[in-house]
Nanobody, 124 residues
């Protein structure tokens, strides 16, 4: 059974940092792009960051560029999102996802596996 399990969420103050982790089990995603999405209360789930199978290509939404870093440990089947300079508008549930594609799509429909999500709350 393929599972993606996120961890590392929690409560943070404005300007603080958090690191989200995603552990994949059940199959290797070494040839797959992976990504992070967020869903804020009352809003649609949206793409945050993606990384290619090798880690050589990354994509970010404009609002997190320069603050968030996506990276992965391919041998360990782990994905990370380093979140710096957190702002209250970053508050959301963050989801890890894996795609059958090699480069990271920004459309959620092109991701085939999803985690259950981890809550990030940033207080002002």
């Amino acid at each position: 059974q393929v599972r993606l399990v996120e961890s590392g969420g929690g409560l943070a103050q404005t300007g603080a940092s958090l690191r989200l982790s995603c552990a994949a089990t059940g199959r290797s995603f070494g040839r797959n792009a992976m990504g992070w999405f967020l869903q804020a209360p009352g809003k649609e789930r949206e793409f945050v960051a993606g990384i290619s199978y090798s880690g050589g290509v990354t994509e970010y939404i404009e609002s997190v560029k320069g603050r968030f870093i996506i990276f992965r440990d391919v041998p360990k089947n782990l994905l990370y999102l380093q979140m710096n300079s957190l702002q209250p508008e970053d508050t959301a549930i963050y989801y890890c996802a894996a795609s059958y594609l090699a480069v990271p799509p920004t459309n959620g429909r092109e991701y085939n596996y999803w985690g259950q999500g981890t809550q990030v709350t940033v207080s002002s």
